[in-house]
């Protein structure tokens, strides 16, 4: 341990400046926005999955940004006002949107001037929505968690970011929480729904077993608990578990806070380097650039990856 401070100190030496107290706290952000691994795409399924995590959120006071892919806007080519009207529920819970792209398409495997056209193609609505509610659209994820895979395009995307007004939501939580949606999803598609409350039971333990790596991480880069941010999906698992999921945070000692208050702790100024990994949250980088082996991330049980099929080697 004393080792890794040193690393630390000597190649981030503001992260260790500022010991905040030992807190835990928590952004939550949702990803693939209006919706991700759903049962059905009926339009009355869609709404009522949507409110039933609208509702969760807001029981538990969790000031949740929600990450759009406006490709899902559109059917047989048209915009969808059924579709639009799911990210007005976000908005009307007082929650913020941002950018994930049109398409949900990687900064890794294509150019960058067609991700840039595919960022600003991602737009359209989500920014006419904000500035009706009165608020700027400033946050944007990166799909897949791909950040480019050299510095050279890195570079090149923060000054096109810069020059658009956006601000990069980072995530230090990184977990398969998709592939639990994805086996819930599929099980309750083929009306096996005594399989799709195993995978949701199964679904917290798991999350419980992600935090306490990721808090393991942050301790052993910083020496205390950082402001995590955490990312989950817009879909039926979090729908109907995301009240046990809160749950098992608040009893886990955890505050729910913005994304704006959790950027404030120091720990996001330390820098995040090129590693050429696919999809590292930010805490798993930063613990690569201090020659820190990460451990294990925690194990998805078999049975929830064998449900959710082929679909978990795709990624989210
Ligand atoms: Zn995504």
Not at 38 to 59: F, I, K, N, Y
Not at 177 to 202: C, K, N, P, S, T
Not at 261 to 270: E, G, I, K, P, T
Request: glycine share 6%; with cysteine; charged share 20%.
């Amino acid at each position: 341990m004393k080792i890794c401070l040193l690393v630390l100190s000597l190649l981030f030496p503001a992260a260790l400046a500022a010991q905040t107290p030992n807190e835990r706290a928590v952004a939550i952000t949702f990803d693939d926005l209006p919706f991700a691994s759903v049962p059905t795409e009926e339009d009355a399924a869609l709404g009522a999955m949507t409110e039933r995590l609208l509702q969760a959120v807001h029981a538990s006071a969790v000031p949740a940004v929600g990450f759009v892919n406006e490709a899902k806007l559109y059917r047989d080519g048209s915009l969808d006002p059924a579709r639009v009207e799911l990210l007005r529920r976000w908005l009307a819970a007082g929650l913020e949107l941002g950018n994930h792209t049109y398409s949900h398409v990687s900064l890794n495997r294509v150019p960058l001037d067609v991700f840039e056209a595919d960022l600003l193609r991602g737009e359209t609505v989500t920014r006419s929505l904000m500035e009706g509610a009165g608020r700027p659209l400033r946050w944007f994820r990166h799909p897949f968690l791909h950040q480019g895979k050299t510095p050279e395009v890195r570079a090149a995307f923060q000054d096109f970011l810069n020059q658009h007004g956006y601000v990069v939501a980072p995530v230090t939580v990184n977990n398969s929480e998709w592939i639990f949606a994805v086996a819930y999803a599929r099980a309750q598609a083929q009306g096996d729904l005594e399989a799709a409350r195993r995978i949701g039971a199964a679904y917290v333990p798991y999350m419980q077993a992600v935090f306490a790596h990721a808090e393991q991480l942050a301790l052993d880069l910083f020496g205390r608990n950082i402001a995590q941010v955490l990312v989950l999906h817009a879909n039926a698992l979090n729908a109907d578990y995301f009240p046990a999921l809160a749950a098992m945070l608040t009893q886990r000692g955890y505050r729910f806070i913005s994304l704006d208050q959790a950027l404030q702790d120091r720990a996001y100024q330390s820098p995040t380097t090129v590693t050429g990994s696919e999809g590292e949250s930010w805490l798993e980088v930063w613990s690569r650039a201090a020659g820190l082996r990460p451990p294990q991330q925690a194990p998805v049980p078999a049975f929830v990856t064998q449900w959710a099929g082929t679909a978990a080697l795709r990624g989210y």
